[in-house]
């Protein structure tokens, strides 16, 4: 994809100071730029950069002022960094728009499915599934019976989606994920034998959700697992049968929780953090990575540690903790010496 300098500025409503005929076909960082490349200047320790960068055309904040010759092209605009994140953001809906069935694929005759559809090869639909406008589904991905997709979702190569499960408007589901498999539910009979019990549940996927590669999210046994509006998750993350996300939380990669557990909103929990099933965490939580939580936890509390403490009360544990040889030896000490005064006095009596 090819753009000018022109088109640049345009999409931006920046100021363009050179030839708006020069054109950019890729994206780079400033200290790597080359003739070809748009890139932007945002962190004043990189200014420096500006002078040698090759790149031929660099985005910058409209009070920036160049002390020396510059061979790069400027666009200034109010803040450099959201003009390249929107640049970035325009990038990928361009190199991502496209439409079209291609072969071969296998879909319902029962399917349904909106303007501006993409189905990319080797892709399975089965019966009585609705897609809406803007969808675009990437090669070897499959798609369940009773199926529901809204409009504008993405869904990269090798996603799984099992049967009813219903995805709202915006989201994009990333390779390698797995949503609506059956959720870890087995019940022991008298001899300690473990017989599967039926996953008759979906899962929810409100708008504007995230799903990172190789995440999976578990069907309930009962009802629905949901994630609300806004939920963005990690890679490789593991959401149990009947679980409930609230709206706006984001997971770190390497999290996993089990069953029937619901967490409210905006929390944010790091990477590798373990949390029981059956619990209630409440809004605006914040959990430091590689933390276990095995008990309900209050809105507004950070917690880190494994059984997980308060935050506050974590670090200062900590300090003793990694003093603990220290103590030992002055406790050591301590004993040592209240032994021998014992010892004196009782000579002396």
Aim: charged share 20%; hydrophobic share 35%.
């Amino acid at each position: 994809m090819v753009f000018t300098a022109g088109q640049i500025a345009g999409i931006l409503e920046g100021e363009l100071h050179g030839n708006p005929e020069v054109t950019v076909h890729k994206l780079a960082k400033i200290e790597e730029g080359e003739k070809g490349a748009l890139t932007f200047l945002a962190n004043p320790k990189y200014t420096s950069h500006i002078y040698s960068t090759k790149a031929s055309i660099t985005i910058v904040n409209k009070g920036f002022v160049p002390e020396h010759k510059l061979e790069t092209i400027l666009i200034k605009v109010d803040d450099a960094y959201e003009a390249f994140s929107k640049i970035l953001e325009f990038y990928n809906q361009v190199k991502n728009n496209k439409t079209g069935i291609e072969e071969p694929v296998f879909k319902s005759e029962t399917l349904t499915y909106g303007a501006d559809f993409y189905l990319g090869a080797f892709s399975y639909i089965g019966t009585n599934v609705t897609i809406g406008d803007n969808v675009k589904i990437h090669p070897n991905v499959y798609i369940g019976d009773n199926v529901s997709i809204a409009n504008n979702v993405t869904i990269f190569a090798g996603a799984k989606v099992y049967s009813e499960t219903v995805i709202g408007n915006n989201c994009v589901i990333n390779s390698g994920v797995v949503i609506g498999a059956d959720g870890f539910g087995f019940s022991p009979n008298k001899d300690g034998e473990f017989h599967k019990v039926p996953q008759t549940g979906n899962v929810i996927l409100e708008d504007n959700v995230d799903v990172g590669a190789g995440t999976t999210i578990d069907r309930a046994t009962l009802g629905s697992t949901i994630l609300r509006k806004g939920v963005k998750l990690d890679n490789q993350i593991q959401i149990a049968h009947n679980v409930e996300i609230g709206e706006h939380t984001v997971i770190a990669a390497q999290t996993g929780i089990a069953g029937s557990t619901k967490i409210g909103k905006r929390c944010m929990i790091g990477g590798q953090v373990g949390i029981v099933g059956h619990i209630t965490i409440g809004d605006n939580v914040k959990i430091q990575a590689q933390s276990g939580i095995g008990r309900n936890i209050k809105s507004d509390e950070v917690l880190q540690g494994s059984p997980a403490l308060n935050y506050g009360d974590y670090n200062k544990s900590y300090v003793y903790f990694k003093n603990l040889p220290k103590i030992l030896n002055r406790i050591d000490e301590l004993e040592k010496n209240y032994s021998d005064q014992y010892k004196n006095e009782t000579e002396n009596h």
